[in-house]
């Protein structure tokens, strides 16, 4: 939409040579001897477009990415895709070879007794329980793990000559006493967290009257994350998304309400997936787990109790809904309602 975002420097690059430049929007110290320009990459995919004037000369499609990862042209092949090493001021390096996800011989999901875990995959399998993102400073798994309390497990395999692989999320709800069917966010904790860039806290620039304008959950911040769902009869799915506090004043609620969107960006187009049993519909590009808005501190059921004898009653459409009790990393984070969401999709 804006071609002329960041020009570039008006320098002369000979034939056969390189410049570098740095993206940078924060305003952190950046390495010297490079040319910064003032935009930034989404680390849930981006579009970068190379123009002169408004002929657009070039352009790469960045996929989601994880940390320390250089993505380009490679020297060995056509395309874009993960480099095996970042190369600044020096021709692409060769397509990264790229170690597959681990995966959970332990079906995830609901459990009244503890629960024995074990994980297989190539390499070394290093894991966390505490959302953040498993490195080779994280825990090396050396056997089946036992867990006796509900517990997220990300896990990463490492493998010599190879890229880092994707992170597997598997989570584990033990002996919570549900009788709902289970709903499950894993995300990096800074994603909500954080002061500055967190989606679910006020933030830096936050009014300081109710509903906090300005918060970073009044933004359209969206989020990498894995989104699950265990039906009480063993069914469901699991799927990475991306994730945006969603509502209008109800953002400032303690339990706010998150949209989940499925995108190429994410590794999946569509969440292939009957949220709604029969009478809904087979394939959804986003949903909402939604805090009831202004009903939160009250009943928590008029507006699907509403909407569903309006639909059944006066013959029309409206956002299915069914209720489901949310964890959110590993912690109970109330009953929510899974709705339909009302965008050009619906």
């Known amino acids: 939409n804006d071609l002329q975002k960041a020009a570039l420097p008006d320098v002369s690059i000979p034939a056969g040579g390189y410049r570098v430049f740095i993206l940078a929007t924060d305003g952190l110290a950046t390495p010297s ?5 003032p935009l930034s990459l989404a680390a849930s995919g981006e579009t970068v477009y190379l123009s002169q004037g408004s002929r657009i000369a070039d352009c790469m499609v960045m996929p ?4 320390d990862i250089s993505y380009g042209r490679p020297s060995d092949s ?7 090493a970042p190369t600044p001021g020096a021709a692409n390096a060769a397509a990264a070879r790229i170690a597959e996800a681990p995966v959970s011989q332990t079906a ?9 875990v074990a994980l297989a995959g190539e390499g070394k399998i290093y894991y966390t329980t505490d959302c953040n993102e498993p490195t080779t400073a994280s825990t090396l798994y050396s056997g089946p793990i036992t867990l006796s309390k509900t517990t997220v497990l990300r896990a990463r395999c490492y493998v010599e000559g190879k890229a880092a692989g994707k992170i597997a999320d598997f989570t584990f709800i033990i002996r919570e006493g549900m009788t709902l069917p289970v709903a499950s966010l894993v995300t990096t904790p800074a994603n909500l967290w954080d002061y500055k860039t967190g989606i679910y806290v ?9 509903p ?3 918060a970073n959950y009044w933004q359209q911040w969206e989020k990498p994350a894995t989104v699950s769902l265990f039906e009480k009869d063993g069914g469901g799915f699991t799927s990475a998304c991306g994730i945006r506090i969603f509502g209008a004043y109800s953002r400032a609620l303690e339990m706010k309400s998150i949209s989940c969107f499925f995108r190429n960006a994410y590794g999946v187009k569509q969440l292939d997936y009957p949220l709604f049993g029969e009478e809904g519909l087979g394939v959804y590009k986003s949903f909402i787990f939604r805090n009831t808005g202004q009903d939160f501190k009250r009943a928590r059921m008029r507006d699907p109790l509403l909407t569903s004898i309006a639909g059944e009653m006066l013959g029309l459409d409206v956002q299915k809904c069914r209720p489901v009790a949310l964890f959110l ?4 984070w109330g009953v929510y309602y899974i709705r339909e969401k009302i965008n050009e999709n619906y």
């Open 33 to 37: 001897g490079y040319t910064v320009l």
């Open 64 to 67: 989601a990415l994880a940390s």
């Open 78 to 84: 056509a395309g874009f895709s993960q480099l095996a």
């Open 108 to 116: 995830q999901g609901v459990y009244e007794e503890d629960v024995v």
């Open 202 to 210: 006020d933030g830096p620039n936050a009014s300081a009257t109710f």
């Open 212 to 214: 906090h304008v300005g």
């Open 329 to 332: 990393n590993g912690e109970f």
